[in-house]
């Protein structure tokens, strides 16, 4: 027996997903608004059909002032000045419509997700995304790292950080999203690439030592995530090491042993197949690295030709 709420609940949850298969965004975070103002902590499915709408609503405008700033540019150098009132207006226009969108999930965080969330898990997931959706704010804001919305999404994010360094794995993949979304906080708007390494860095670190331990699942999500922390830490300008192997190396012999013996690459499970691919078709393995692993794939009858076909450059 459902009641009438649990009804409308799931008939919400329903319509968000059709919205979003038919890419009707606007009308999915109605859907799904409706279902976090209930006063009732969200399933993980419902935390992420409303994670889904918010991003595409707000990211389709980011965009647009992203592309329209960079076209005033254009345009005040090719000397069209009267033209920059125009742009300017309807940069204008966006930021109103990103600022309605930032503050409406942040008071809906404060109001309704943070006070019912009944699980770590859930409390890093919200003060997380109310530390990114103010570093959206943050980002056209003309004070940037001195802004209110700096200072918000700051404050968010060290909550955030605390309650999952003391609460969830090192390799929980919404730990280790909270830390790429930190360190770039860190580097695009605070204007702080040390300290955006150090924190990719020791994310990447951590998760190192026990990434052979998860479940295949867990395993995959955690090293998509670990991949692009590498991404970031190649923008970052890094600090001083102590002479040994690189990240991507250790990375490689933390993930087995028998990585470095292509003899038993046979007997190795799917879940390394799938990441020693993903390893392979990154640009910066060392010359080393990527030998034992182009030996153990070859073994496992992978083609090398294929993976380095598709690699991102």
């Known amino acids: 027996f459902h009641t009438m709420e649990e009804d409308t609940r799931a008939a919400d949850v329903y319509l968000a997903k ?6 009707r965004f606007d009308e999915m975070l109605t859907a799904m608004k409706r279902v976090a103002m209930l006063g009732t902590p969200l399933s993980c499915e419902e935390r992420n059909l409303l994670s889904v709408a ?16 960079s076209f005033k ?3 005040e150098g090719n000397g069209n000045a009267w033209h920059i009132p125009l742009i300017d207006a ?3 226009k966006l930021e109103q419509e990103l600022t309605a969108i930032c503050k409406d999930i942040s008071q809906l965080l404060d109001d309704h997700l943070i006070p019912h969330a009944d699980n770590a898990e859930s409390r890093v997931f919200y003060h997380k ?30 909550e955030a950080t605390a309650i999952a360094s003391s609460d969830l794995e090192p390799t929980h993949p919404i730990r280790l999203g909270l830390a790429l979304n930190y360190s770039v906080f860190h580097y695009e708007i605070l204007c702080a690439p040390e300290r955006a390494h150090e924190i990719s860095k020791q994310a990447f670190d951590d998760a190192i030592v026990v990434l052979d ?13 670990m991949q692009l922390l590498r991404d970031g830490l190649k923008l970052f300008p890094e600090e001083e090491e102590e002479p040994g192997e690189p990240l991507l190396d250790r990375l490689v012999e933390a993930i087995s042993s028998r990585w470095y013996d292509p003899g038993d690459w046979a007997a190795t499970s799917d879940r390394d197949a799938a990441v020693a691919e993903s390893l392979f078709s990154g640009p910066d393995l060392s010359a080393t690295a990527r030998s ?6 070859t073994a496992m009858g992978v083609t090398v030709d294929r993976i380095t076909s598709t690699a991102v450059p």
């Open 292 to 297: 034992k692993i182009e030996a153990g794939l």
């Open 213 to 225: 331990t998860l479940s295949e699942d867990s395993y995959k999500d955690a090293t998509l995530i």
């Open 73 to 75: 540019t254009k345009e």
């Open 54 to 69: 918010y991003k595409n609503v707000g990211n389709s405008r980011r965009a647009s002032w992203r592309i329209l700033s």
């Open 90 to 92: 309807y940069i204008a």
């Open 18 to 23: 059709l919205c979003e298969q038919a890419e």
């Open 129 to 158: 995304m109310k530390g990114d959706y103010y570093r959206y704010l943050a980002e056209f804001d003309p004070k940037r790292g001195q802004s209110e919305a700096a200072e918000n999404a700051h404050n968010a994010y060290k």
